[in-house]
T-cell receptor
Framework: GESVGLHLPTLSVQEGDNSIINCAYS??????FIWYKQESGKGPQFIID?????DKRQGQRVTVLLNKTVKHLSLQIAATQPGDSAVYFC???????????FGKGTRLSVIA | DAGVIQSPRHEVTEMGQEVTLRCKPI?????LFWYRQTMMRGLELLIY????????DSGMPEDRFSAKMPNASFSTLKIQPSEPRDSAVYFC????????????FGQGTRLTVV
């Protein structure tokens, strides 16, 4: 049988509702953050980013909020659609040209 | 641009065999990253290169793993000998110059070692 795997937090939302996915990052010195979306069988895809000198950034149907005081990042998706179903990862950049460090991910399931 | 290109998309091999995964980064990007994704550990960084030079390989699990970047447009990740616990999806990503830019991922290689 399968071994116990990584238990991803799962968020189930009704189609048309708003979704909020949360992420706690690790390093208070991180200066750049990204949200990625990963669909089944594909690589992570960039959604939106934010620099540490901002606390909010909006894209098309998505908004990222950054709270540096508590090291918290959130992704808000407006009017969630079935195509939004995926695993969402937050990533932080510590400094310079170092690799992004990824969180564990949250699975978003949209109920039609 | 075609994006980051990885090959093969799927690889099934027998334990003990050598496996080579390939990556072509986006033209002009000067950083390349190899990640491994499993259910147990999520997305783990194995190694990364800046300007074709390996910078940090502390994520490479053991000596059976090796990576090279002979030029700016090609990198390989080799496992020799392969073991069943190496089964995972391996991603290559590249990023342009500067710290505040996103990394672009390939579609991944799903490796199964039986």
């Amino acid at each position: 049988g399968e071994s116990v795997g990584l238990h991803l937090p799962t968020l189930s939302v009704q189609e048309g509702d708003n979704s909020i996915i949360n992420c706690a990052y690790s390093n208070s010195a991180s200066d750049y953050f990204i949200w990625y979306k990963q669909e089944s069988g594909k690589g992570p895809q960039f959604i939106i980013d934010i620099r540490s000198n901002m606390d909010k950034r909006q894209g098309q149907r998505v908004t990222v909020l950054l709270n540096k005081t508590v090291k918290h990042l959130s992704l808000q998706i407006a009017a969630t659609q079935p195509g939004d179903s995926a695993v969402y990862f937050c990533a932080e950049n510590f400094s310079g040209n170092t690799p992004l460090v990824f969180g564990k991910g949250t699975r978003l399931s949209v109920i039609a | 641009d075609a994006g980051v290109i990885q090959s093969p998309r799927h690889e099934v091999t027998e334990m003990g065999q050598e496996v080579t995964l390939r990556c072509k980064p986006i033209s002009g990007h000067n950083s390349l990253f190899w990640y491994r994704q499993t259910m147990m550990r999520g997305l783990e960084l194995l190694i990364y290169f800046n300007n074709n030079v390996p910078i940090d390989d502390s994520g490479m699990p053991e000596d059976r793993f090796s990576a090279k970047m002979p030029n700016a447009s090609f990198s390989t990740l080799k496992i020799q000998p392969s073991e069943p616990r190496d089964s995972a999806v391996y991603f290559c990503a590249s990023r342009g110059d500067g710290s505040k830019t996103e990394a672009f991922f390939g579609q991944g290689t799903r490796l199964t070692v039986v």
